[in-house]
Nanobody, 126 residues
């Protein structure tokens, strides 16, 4: 069974940090594009960051550049999102996703993603 499971969400004060994890089972994340996306209430799902699991090349939304870092551990078949200097506007459900296409590339277009996790809530509030 192909599965992505996120963890690490929670409630944090503005300026705080969280580290999200996304563990894959039933398939390898190697040679795939992997992304983190988020969806706030009443808004469309948007891309946060994406990475090529093979090359490590990354891309970030302007709103998170310099604050968030995406990384992978292919040995653990896991992708991470380190989130620092969190702001209330970062509040959303965060999803990880992976492409079914196996290539050394990255894409931040959510339409290219086939495997999705169930999401983890991140709330930034004082």
């Amino acid at each position: 069974q192909l599965q992505l499971v996120e963890s690490g969400g929670g409630l944090v004060q503005p300026g705080g940090s969280l580290r999200l994890s996304c563990a894959a089972s039933g398939f390898t994340l190697d040679y795939r594009a992997i992304g983190w996306f988020r969806q706030a209430p009443g808004k469309e799902r948007e891309g946060v960051s994406c990475i090529s699991s093979r090359s490590g090349r990354t891309n970030y939304a302007d709103s998170v550049k310099g604050r968030f870092t995406i990384s992978t551990d292919n040995a653990k078949n896991t992708v991470y999102l380190q989130m620092n200097s969190l702001k209330p506007e970062d509040t959303a459900v965060y999803y990880c996703a992976a492409t079914s296409l196996r290539r050394n590339y990255y894409t931040c277009d959510l339409r290219n993603y086939d495997y999705w996790g169930q999401g983890t809530q991140v709330t930034v509030s004082s």
